[in-house]
């Protein structure tokens, strides 16, 4: 090979990188990046004392009864998504990170549920699923129940919250009757 053909190729490969160098110069001018005023993703959880107690808030919540009259268990299904995650909801359904939800209303709290290995904590609750038991669980699950294995946060949203409950309480062969509230 002679030193022509040499400084041809050598030629042709700084050409081909001063090709990419303005091609990137250039894609960089036309498309450049916007950058969020503050990193990093928004979390939402309620604020705590250093004691891990809830600090009390200046609004005091809606009954979950008055709430589950205008609830749509249709709504609930959708804002439910977030649970399949860790939990099935159909007729018999396997057990995942957590049960199976289908007729956990009225059902006993840390027994059953096709074999699920519940936490000692939820073991020693007793008792069984009410709503306004689900409720209090599903707005702050270690709240409710400390030591839970549950690491989801709750679903802070009183609305949202009685959507999913109304979706629950619709997983059933025979739904029980939703609570009314006291006039």
């Known amino acids: 090979m002679d030193s022509f053909e040499l400084n041809k190729i050598i030629g042709a490969v700084l050409a081909s990188c001063l090709v990419l160098l303005v091609t990137s110069f250039t894609a960089n001018a036309l498309f450049a990046p916007k950058l969020p005023q503050k990193p990093g993703f928004a979390i939402e959880a309620k604020e705590t004392t250093e004691g891990g107690a809830k600090e009390a808030g200046p609004e ?10 205008t609830a749509s268990a249709e709504k609930g299904q959708a804002a439910a998504k977030v649970c399949q995650t860790c939990h099935t909801f159909e007729k018999g359904g396997a057990n ?13 709290k840390g027994e059953g549920r096709g074999g699920f290995n519940f936490s000692a904590a939820m073991k020693a609750k007793g008792g069984t699923w009410s709503i306004d038991d689900l409720n209090q669980f599903i707005a702050n699950p ?12 709750g679903i802070q949203k009183d609305s949202q919250r009685a959507d ?15 609570p009314t509230a006291a006039k």
Do not use: C, W
């Not at 995942?96 to 006993?108: A, C, E, K, S």
């Open 96 to 108: 995942r990170v957590g049960p199976n939800l289908y007729g956990i209303v009225g059902d006993h």
């Open 142 to 153: 270690k709240g409710f129940v400390p030591g839970t294995a549950m690491g989801f946060a």
């Open 164 to 178: 999913v409950l109304a979706y629950l309480n619709s997983l059933s062969d025979s739904p029980a009757p939703l």
């Open 60 to 69: 005091k919540a809606e009954p979950i009864e008055k709430l589950l009259q």
